[in-house]
């Protein structure tokens, strides 16, 4: 079926209603029409090639946007595919280094051990990639924009610690805290990503990969 085949029935019952309206706007011509007056009948003919014309426009408008929709969300899985895993794993080592300041206090400060935990810890994930992940489900790519910045600040917070076993018990925990948060943040969101990935990258069937029995 071409590309017109899609909306050339709806469009057809657009225009019937177009008529139908149009009737009911302008009244019916005279009978015999050839016999209608001249003004009316041109009235009642242009009445009714404004309404088909409008009612097709806004038909074939509507059919673009469902296509760039799904092309969008398309551009979406290939995103989704791809960033997943990265996500999921700098999501969990976040949330893996926040817990471990809850079993220290002062005595036995936590912060050497999350220094440790985090060290060479890095995801390179650009602002231009999770802009394709905006169409996804709630709001998965700004929940991901706002983990990374909240990961981002703490992190840098971390590195610049010279002394870890002075730090303070408090100070950790808050930069635990933070750190907990972006990865709820990410894990979640990743779970959105990882659903609309699975959907569009399906796994070979057994023929796909070993051809006919």
């Known amino acids: 079926m071409t590309k017109y085949g899609t909306w050339l029935p709806e469009a057809i019952a657009i225009a019937g209603v177009a008529i139908g309206t149009s009737f009911a706007i302008r009244g019916w011509p005279s009978w015999p029409w050839p016999n209608a007056e001249g003004q009316t009948w041109a009235a009642w003919a242009a009445a009714v090639a404004t309404f088909l014309a409008a009612a097709i426009a806004l038909w074939v408008a509507t059919g673009e946007s469902r296509r760039r929709k799904r092309d969008q969300i398309a551009m979406a899985a290939l995103y989704s595919a791809h960033l997943a895993p990265k996500l999921s794993s700098f999501g969990h ?121």
């Open 93 to 213: 080592k976040l949330r893996s280094a926040s817990t471990v300041a809850v079993f220290y206090d002062d005595d036995d400060p936590a912060m050497p051990r999350m220094k440790e935990e985090l060290d060479g810890i890095d995801i390179d994930v650009s602002l231009e990639q999770l802009m394709h992940l905006v169409p996804l489900e709630r709001q998965a790519a700004h929940r991901i924009a706002r983990g990374l910045a909240i990961a981002d600040m703490a992190l840098d917070e971390i590195k610049r610690i010279v002394e870890p076993r002075a730090t303070s018990q408090r100070y950790s925990l808050d930069l635990a805290g933070r750190l907990f948060e972006a990865a709820d943040l990410i894990i979640v969101a990743t779970e959105t990503c990882e659903r609309l990935a699975a959907k569009y990258a399906i796994p070979p069937s057994g023929e796909e990969l070993h051809g006919d029995p």
